[in-house]
């Protein structure tokens, strides 16, 4: 009645979303007792719509063509025939980045992603529908639902092929070329995000994404998205916003936590920037926001630091986004950088996890998943708590207990105090000999013995330790190429 158009609505928020060609006739919805606030969320007027993706959303280098890559060495890890049926993929070279997190140790087990639902919040999956890298979701009709919330009359399958390149993470299924981190995972496709131009009102497109994610019952989202800097200046974010509680899509993914889901985010690609730290809704409470690294562990310098503006761990954690292995729509793998494909790859594989863990909340899982990381609980404002070991996660989940301290090699023991048996669970970066050796205080040799461990995750056991006498010990781990000591209790 007060000639605006009602664009959409938000029930989390209780919001619409209104267009009017006059500011004052926007201001004047204050004077209905029902109307609490107003705020500009898009200005057109003289704006210039942007020709190319901006960096703030993919922080890809745009490449000529494919990367010849060298083949990987087949999966090597360790399997539990009773947890049921296996699976053995011709990962390719996405084989580091899926083994990095422990993926590909999950896969094993038998756990893809099935019965898990994925929210992929994107700029647009042309060709989703129709390129082989993604023929098996289609088969088995794992495409639950596409929205597009930037353009509601435009199919999901237009628009930035961002979210192609995204999914092609997780649910990419191509023998010997790309397999994604859930391949067997379903997906709901939502476009919220707008290149032509960067404003606020990309944010409430999130949150509507958010909230239908919830409304079809996804289990996890990815937003390989954020937010901080807008082309009016005036509607920009400050590093103060960065809260968790200031911005609109901080806020949302915060209630979509709240609501059960796993919320992935990534950190951003502002590393060594003018804006270093995360974006949002990296800066989120209750999610998980992913930095980068390399698949040798080493830190992406684009990758946005933390810590949140109200001091909390972030990133929470880092996973495969520098030299990622990623297809585009024509089912060509390239070597991708950003925290675009961090994000991703870790969801899949936190979809795996919760397949394994089916009645563990979403915050139980998180957290699982922070302790599980070679840095816990020692995070810094690079990796935060650094890459997570879902191997490891599943064992924190199953009940077995670790002590609070990892280092570079990701190493644990337990327990600790021990009785007549310890548990040695081992991440190696390659395949080696290794000896494992238990002194007293005086240096005495009470026990040592040798064995081989695999790229990947490795759980030893040392039995028989029952004759040791009560008292402190020291836990010897060496080989050509590492030499960690790890003090023991005998109770």
Known sequence: AMGVNIMSTSRWFNAALIETSDSAQAMALLSLPFVVSVDLLYYRSGMKKR?????????????????????????????DHSMGQQHHFQYGTSFAQANQIGASYLHQLGYTGDSIQIAVLDAGFPMTDITYIFDSLRAEGR???????????????????????????????????????????????????DVA?????????????????????????????GYTRYDLPVLSHQFSDMDGK??????????????????????????????????????????????????????????????????????????????AVVADPWSTTFLGNGT????????????????????????????????????????????????????????????????????????????????????????????QQITIELYDLNGRLMHAEDTRVNYGANLIRLNGLDH??????????NSDSLLITRKVIRR
Request: proline share 7%; charged share 15%; aromatic share 8%.
């Open 246 to 323: 200031t911005t609109l899509s901080a806020r949302a993914a915060t209630k979509a936590s709240r609501r059960g889901m796993i919320v992935m985010a990534s950190a951003g690609n502002g590393g060594g920037g003018s804006w270093y730290i995360i974006g949002s809704p990296a800066d989120a409470d209750s999610i998980l926001t992913v930095g980068a690294v390399d698949v040798a562990g080493l830190y992406a310098p684009f990758s946005s630091t933390g810590t949140s503006a109200d001091g909390r761990v972030k990133p929470d954690v880092v996973a495969t986004g520098w030299n």
């Open 468 to 477: 040791l006498a009560a008292g402190v010990y020291l836990l010897r781990i």
């Open 340 to 431: 675009s494909f961090s994000s991703p790859i870790l969801a899949g594989g936190v979809a795996c996890l919760w397949q394994a863990n089916p009645h563990m909340s979403n915050h139980q899982i998180m957290d699982a998943v922070r302790r599980s990381a070679h840095q816990y609980p020692f995070p810094d404002t690079l990796m935060g708590y650094g890459i997570p070991n879902l191997a490891i996660a599943h064992l924190i989940l199953g009940g077995m207990k670790f002590p609070n301290v990892y280092d570079d090699e990701n190493i644990t023991v337990a327990p600790n105090p021990f009785i007549d048996q310890l548990k040695v669970s081992f991440s190696a970066l390659d395949t």
């Open 51 to 79: 020709t190319a993706p901006i960096d703030t959303l993919s922080g890809i280098k745009s490449l000529d063509g494919p990367l010849m890559m060298r083949e990987l060495a087949a999966p090597m890890a360790l399997a």
């Open 143 to 193: 495409i639950l639902s596409t929205k597009n919330f930037v353009k509601p009359h435009q199919t999901a399958y237009s628009m930035h092929p961002h979210g192609t390149y995204v999914l092609s993470v997780m649910g990419g299924n191509v023998p010997g070329s790309i397999i994604g981190t859930a391949p067997h995972a379903y997906y709901h496709l939502l476009i919220t995000e």
């Open 197 to 225: 131009s960067e404003f606020p009102i990309e944010e409430f497109y999130w949150a509507q994404g958010a909230e239908y994610a919830d409304s079809v019952g996804a289990d996890i989202i990815n937003s390989s998205l």
